[in-house]
Each structure stands twice: as C-alpha cells, then as structure tokens.
C-alpha cells in the first residue's frame, strides 16, 4: 500500500506562490496516476489536477487551469503542485491522491486508492 506524505503548505499573499510536495512510499511515482483536491471550510472536496501514469498525462480544474502545474519527479518520487496567482478563494486544504489501475487523469476521488493527510494552504487579500 503506496503512503503519501504532503508538504510545502502555509500562508501566501494573494498574487503569490507555493509548491506543494507530496512524497510516496513504494514503488516509483510514474506507476501511479497521481491527482490534487483540496477542501475548503464548509464544502466538498474537489478535484484540482491529475497527471497519469507512464505518459505524464496531466488535466486541471477549469479554476485552476493556467495558474497551477501538476508535475511529477521520478527520482524523488515526488509530485509537486505548484501553485501561481493564488487567490484567496484557492484557500483549502490540499490532499494529494494515487490510483494504482488505469491510465487516465480521474476527476473522482472515490477512483483514487490512497490519500496523504492535506496540508493547508491560506491566501490573503
């Protein structure tokens, strides 16, 4: 069972930046479609971005999409979330994911077979 361990959350200015980090445990990250959601106080958990396995694949929430670049680093085995532009609706909790089967980008969590313990990320007006 892959363990994932996030990291690099904290308290942004809106228009600034952060990286996320989120390390696996096991086999090397290329094997596993990973994905980002977030959960703000008082709503659901969303989709944020996804990269799938082997080829890279990678897909964003429409909120996100030319702000936020999911990559991945096989040597590390890390993928990180990095974050531009941040707004302060972009305030959550952020939880990296891995699915072990299939080779797309899932926008569904209930897909995703692990899940890290979320790291808040704050942005001010």
């Known amino acids: 069972q892959v363990q994932l361990v996030e990291s690099g959350g904290g308290l942004v200015q809106a228009g600034g930046s952060l990286r996320l980090s989120c390390v696996a445990s096991?086999?090397?990250?290329?094997?596993?479609?990973m994905g980002w959601f977030r959960q703000a106080p008082g709503k659901e958990r969303d989709f944020v971005a996804a990269?799938?396995?082997?080829?890279?694949?990678?897909n964003y929430a429409d909120s996100v999409k030319g702000r936020f670049t999911i990559s991945r680093d096989n040597a590390k085995n890390t993928v990180y979330l990095q974050m531009n532009s941040l707004k302060p609706e972009d305030t959550a909790v952020y939880y990296c994911?891995?699915?072990?089967?299939?080779?797309?980008?899932?926008?569904?969590?209930?897909?995703?077979?692990?899940w890290g313990q979320g790291t808040q990320v704050t942005v001010s007006s």
């Open positions: 994911a891995a699915v072990l089967r299939g080779f797309g980008t899932p926008r569904a969590e209930g897909v995703y077979d692990a």
């Open positions: 096991g086999r090397t990250v290329s094997s596993y479609g």
């Open positions: 990269i799938s396995r082997i080829a890279g694949i990678t």
